[in-house]
């Protein structure tokens, strides 16, 4: 066979026939493929995300599904500042551009504070020790209890009128009491009140008196 009758379709119309139809089934197929991406990454199909900070769970959800979104709660945390249960973040944020179905992550204010550990200061810190610890990890502090003892040494810690221990978990936030030891004077003074301040105050007489002997 010369070339000629080769590429000649009347001599070899079942060849070139099979070779038409699979390029057309070869097209067929790709532009199918592309058609079933495009549907299913929805392809030139997008959202605007709408606010939904400050805004309540429920009523933050139901916008987001209005506007062909997915809500997803991921995490929470709490701020006194705002009420329970509003929005406080959001990821991706308002106005970005996205397709449809995607999943907005939020961020919500939780109703209760998260629990916080006593640290280790009960009989084994100082005063000064203490209140920077326990302000430092969100606590409030009300005026000390000072009680017999060493000189502004953490004897025990209150919570609401009861005694904690060490690794007892509070609300962050709360208000604790500090049980302070004022050293053995002050502790005398505490319970003898105007009778030792009396003592004092005549040793402190006596102290000032002139001996008119010595000029005699």
């Given at each position: 066979?010369?070339?000629?009758d080769?590429?000649?379709?009347?001599?070899?119309?079942?060849?070139?026939?099979?070779?038409?139809?699979?390029?057309?089934?070869?097209?067929?197929?790709?532009?199918?493929?592309?058609?079933?991406?495009?549907h299913?990454?929805?392809?030139?199909?997008?959202?605007?995300?709408?606010?939904?900070?400050?805004?309540?769970?429920?009523?933050?959800?139901?916008?987001?599904?209005?506007?062909?979104?997915?809500?997803?709660?991921?995490?929470?945390?709490?701020?006194?500042?705002?009420?329970?249960?509003?929005?406080?973040?959001?990821?991706?944020?308002e106005?970005?551009?996205?397709?449809?179905?995607?999943?907005?992550?939020?961020?919500?204010?939780?109703?209760?504070p998260?629990?916080?550990?006593?640290p280790?200061?009960?009989?084994?810190?100082?005063?000064?020790?203490?209140?920077?610890?326990?302000?430092?990890?969100?606590f409030?502090?009300?005026?000390?209890d000072?009680?017999?003892?060493?000189?502004?040494?953490?004897?025990?810690?209150?919570?609401?009128?009861?005694?904690?221990?060490?690794?007892?978990?509070?609300?962050?936030?709360?208000?604790l009491?500090?049980?302070?030891?004022?050293?053995?004077?002050?502790?005398?003074?505490?319970?003898?009140?105007?009778?030792?301040?009396?003592?004092?105050?005549?040793?402190?007489?006596?102290?000032?008196?002139?001996?008119?002997?010595?000029?005699?």
């Amino acid at each position: 066979m010369s070339i000629k009758d080769f590429f000649s379709l009347k001599k070899n119309f079942f060849f070139w026939g099979n070779l038409l139809a699979m390029a057309l089934v070869i097209v067929g197929l790709v532009w199918g493929v592309f058609k079933w991406l495009d549907h299913y990454t929805d392809h030139n199909v997008a959202v605007t995300v709408p606010e939904v900070k400050g805004l309540a769970l429920a009523d933050a959800e139901a916008l987001l599904r209005k506007h062909k979104l997915t809500p997803v709660v991921s995490d929470s945390t709490y701020n006194t500042s705002q009420p329970g249960g509003i929005i406080l973040d959001m990821i991706p944020t308002e106005g970005a551009i996205v397709k449809e179905g995607r999943s907005v992550y939020l961020t919500v204010n939780t109703n209760r504070p998260p629990m916080r550990m006593i640290p280790d200061l009960i009989d084994n810190s100082s005063l000064r020790e203490a209140e920077a610890k326990l302000l430092a990890m969100g606590f409030h502090l009300e005026k000390n209890d000072t009680i017999e003892g060493e000189q502004d040494w953490i004897y025990g810690i209150k919570y609401k009128g009861a005694s904690l221990q060490n690794g007892d978990e509070v609300p962050l936030g709360a208000t604790l009491v500090l049980e302070v030891g004022g050293g053995d004077y002050m502790f005398m003074e505490e319970m003898m009140g105007d009778s030792l301040s009396g003592l004092r105050n005549v040793r402190s007489e006596e102290a000032t008196v002139v001996d008119d002997s010595w000029f005699e």
